[in-house]
């Protein structure tokens, strides 16, 4: 069976990247399981989807925990723990990174005995999130790795599961796909599939006898407010929504209202502000304003504002 897992920020296509390789493997012969993993979270957080696929029924559920294949669309992923991107990594998996360094300083970096590879990244652009085919990429370079699926299968994977959509989004999609195959042609079939699990090798969690203790010690104050205000969202944020004050109309219903996060707030003087070390990026806000006072920067150069200041 193939376990392969892809790895990026939310609104770089990785759920559909699996769409599009369970697609092909299925038109080549295989039964397939593809899906995402993510929570309610938005734009620029990290997700992973994983696709399994082989000739016999597939009887395992969940996520992948020891993958064949682990492709990184993102590479400032790998050094963030929540992501999970190095979980499970065996010497017999191949992982594949889509990053501007190459393969002999990762494997400095990282220090695995597993085979890494590589996608040039783009370097001309400042928000990843603008590469909004780079799923497609990852997943043609994916198919070419596997080695069982042909240019023909991946390319009509592509125009079936995207079908409904503009004409020039399939043909870009499939441009991209086809140009992650060709990447990976001096690669092919260096995947291999790894065994089906057994029942019998199974061995049971060894217990952990825990004491009883009373409810306010042992439980979450789950009703309590603030109780995740530590926790720094705003490290996810790719781009930084910056209010221009002296454009804004006051009318802070509209951005607070709308802000998934609860990160907007309103000052003594009826004017917005924004938590930075809570706000994800959404940029819902910049999309509602009426009075565009809300505009977009990088956020590496917010910070070196900040910096400098």
């Known amino acids: ?34 899906a995402p993993r993510y929570g309610a979270e938005r734009r620029g957080a990290p997700i992973f989807a994983y696709v399994r696929a082989a000739k016999e029924p597939i009887n395992e559920r969940g996520i992948i925990l020891h993958p064949d294949l682990v492709i990184v669309a993102d590479d400032s992923l790998i050094p963030v723990p929540a992501a999970g991107v190095m979980a499970g990594l065996t010497e017999s998996t191949v992982l594949l990174i889509s990053t501007t360094e190459s393969p002999e300083e990762w494997q400095h970096r990282l220090n695995i005995k597993s085979t890494i590879l590589t996608l040039p990244a783009p370097t001309d652009v400042e928000d990843r999130l603008e590469l909004r085919y780079v799923g497609a990429e990852c997943a043609g370079a994916a198919a070419c790795l596997a080695g069982v699926i042909s240019k023909e299968r991946l390319e009509q994977a592509i125009r079936d599961e995207l079908e409904g959509k503009l004409p020039k989004v399939i043909e870009r999609n499939i441009a991209m796909a086809l140009e992650g195959y060709d990447r990976m042609t001096d690669h092919k079939g260096v995947v291999a599939e790894s065994g089906l699990a057994s029942a019998k090798e199974y061995n049971p969690p060894a217990w952990i006898e825990m004491p009883y203790e009373a409810a306010r010690i042992s439980s979450p104050s789950i009703h309590t407010g603030l109780t995740s205000v530590m926790v720094r969202t705003g490290l996810w944020r790719t781009m930084r929504p910056v209010i221009e004050y002296d454009n804004c ?61």
């Open 249 to 309: 109309k006051k009318c802070w219903w509209v951005c607070s209202g709308s802000c998934p996060d609860g990160a907007i707030s309103v000052n003594a003087e009826g004017a917005p502000e924004i938590d930075y070390d809570h706000c994800k990026g959404c940029l819902t806000c910049v999309g509602v304003c009426p009075s565009h006072a809300i505009v977009t920067i990088p956020e590496h150069e917010a910070v070196e504002k900040e910096e400098a200041s």
């Open 1 to 34: 069976m193939y376990r392969i897992r892809f790895h990026g920020r939310g609104g770089q296509g990785m759920k559909t990247a699996s769409r599009l390789l369970g697609a092909a493997f299925f038109l080549e012969g295989y039964e397939v399981q593809d």
